[in-house]
């Protein structure tokens, strides 16, 4: 990791001089937004950050003054807007992280690209349930959330995915070094912590690697100072 080490600090303190502008939610709350700005900040990419916070009446209005769907996150980089997270990762990962943010190797690379489709598509009972609430803790809900069969499901699926990631990278993180994959599951393990849904052993581990990043720490530690308290 010695390697690694070395070439993801050289990353982070060369940062691109880049005009991207990254139009997110409140950090506290959009699960979407953590994701396109975690690959951004760990894959060294430059932008300016402007956040709209979101349930207002006039949310819809401001977001749609960047994004074409009405929905954060959204990527402008000159006249180009990208306005979906995966999108927007893939595009950053093309034009300023040179290609870092999949893996090498071109096997873990299909995996990775599948499990973070995966995601992306899927697992609406957890989101329906266990919506990302980072400063708060809700154990009584998580338990209950966890009787419902489809939650419960999504909770399997989600262990499955990163026992077998991580068997396979040797971790920390699911396939070894940073990848969109990662970033796509950030909210998750924020979500576990939120409202109790157990790990053990490898998989615990991976959750504490991930919030150990100084990115994901950036990003708590802003989510907990945020005062706006939204409908879940």
Same mark, same amino acid.
């Given at each position: ?32 937004? %953590? ?72 096997? %873990? ?16 009972? %957890? ?106």
């Amino acid at each position: 990791m010695a390697g690694h080490d070395c070439e993801l600090a050289a990353r982070r303190q060369g940062l691109r001089t880049v005009s991207l502008i990254l139009v997110i939610g409140n950090k506290n709350y959009s699960s979407w937004s %953590l994701r396109a700005w975690l690959a951004l900040k760990v894959g060294g990419v430059a932008f300016e950050e402007r956040r709209i916070s979101l349930d207002r009446p006039q949310t819809k209005a401001e977001i749609r003054a960047f994004s074409p769907s009405g929905k954060v996150p959204c990527l402008i980089d000159g006249e180009l807007a990208v306005w979906d997270s995966l999108a927007i990762c893939e595009t950053a990962n093309e034009r300023y992280a040179g290609g870092s943010l999949w893996p090498e190797d071109a096997d %873990l690379r299909a995996q990775a690209r599948a499990v973070t489709a995966e995601m992306h598509a899927g697992f609406a009972p %957890l989101r329906t349930h266990m919506p990302m609430d980072i400063r708060s803790r809700h154990r009584v809900r998580g338990a209950e959330a966890q009787q419902r069969a489809d939650v419960a499901a999504d909770v399997t699926r989600i262990r499955a995915i990163w026992t077998d990631c991580l068997a396979r990278s040797g971790g920390p993180l699911l396939f070894g070094d940073f990848s969109i994959a990662d970033a796509f599951y950030a909210p998750v393990v924020t979500r576990f912590r939120s409202y109790g849904v157990a790990l053990s052993g490898r998989l615990d581990a991976y959750a504490d690697a991930l919030l150990a990043l100084p990115e994901m720490q950036a990003w708590v530690e802003a989510a907990q100072a945020e005062t706006e308290v939204l409908e879940l």
